[in-house]
Structure formats: C-alpha cells, structure tokens
C-alpha cells in the first residue's frame, strides 16, 4: 500500500518533469517560426507595397502545412493602399498560444500570456 500511495504522490512530478522541457520547446518553436514568416512576408509585401489579399492567403497557407489552425490566424498591416518606396509596411502577425504547462487544466487555467505577436517592417519597393 505504501509503494501505491508513493507512486501517486511521485507520478505527476515524473511526468512534469519528463514533458515540461518539451512542451516549452514546442512553445518557443512556433514563436521562431510565425516570427520567421512574419519577416518573410513583410519583405514580400514591401515588393508590393502592401500586403496584398493574394499574399495573405499565402501566408495562412503556409501556416496551415505546419498545422497552425488558419483561422486563428490574425493579420494586420499598416496601410491598405500601395505605398510608393521609402514609406514603411508593417506587418503584424499574432495566434493564440495555446497551453503552456503539461497539467494546464489542472490546477487552473495558465492564461497569464495569451497570444504571440510580431511585428515586422520593411521599406516599401514598389515604383507605380
């Protein structure tokens, strides 16, 4: 009986303690790669000008191969109209988190930080 009651006790600190480094990981991994893509497209839409329909569909598409869900996906930018070369488009990209502890709903919700966001600009290339 000791050996079951120490085990139930033990058990969830083993499995904190196996996962947790991996559940970071993945965390710190999606904010690399929405971070990588958000510069990817700004760079795409300063060619343009602005971030383009077609290029955002792009982009949620691209995201959607890595099995980030495309809905939740949230694109801003600075302007809607073409801007001439020398003026800035930013691009702003943000996606809910998601959980950031292996027992998030046990002990509460972990809802402290909600969403990655990054911006990227870049000057605008595009000659009318």
């Not at 083993?14 to 971070?35: D, I, T």
């Amino acid at each position: 009986m000791r050996q079951a009651i120490t085990l139930l006790l033990v058990f969830p600190f083993m499995v904190f303690f196996m996962f947790q480094p991996f559940m970071s990981e993945v965390v710190h991994m999606r904010g690399v790669l929405l971070e990588q893509t958000a510069h990817k497209y700004a760079k795409l839409a300063a060619r343009e000008g602005y971030l383009s329909p077609e290029l955002a569909n792009l982009l949620r598409k691209e995201l959607g191969q890595y099995h980030f869900r495309e809905s939740d996906i949230t694109l801003s930018e600075s302007t809607s109209v073409k801007q001439t070369r020398g003026i800035t488009v930013t691009v702003t990209l943000e996606y809910p988190m998601g959980s950031l502890f292996v027992f998030s709903g046990w002990f509460g919700s972990d809802s402290s930080v909600s969403e990655y966001r990054f911006d990227a600009s870049e000057m605008s290339e595009y000659l009318p």
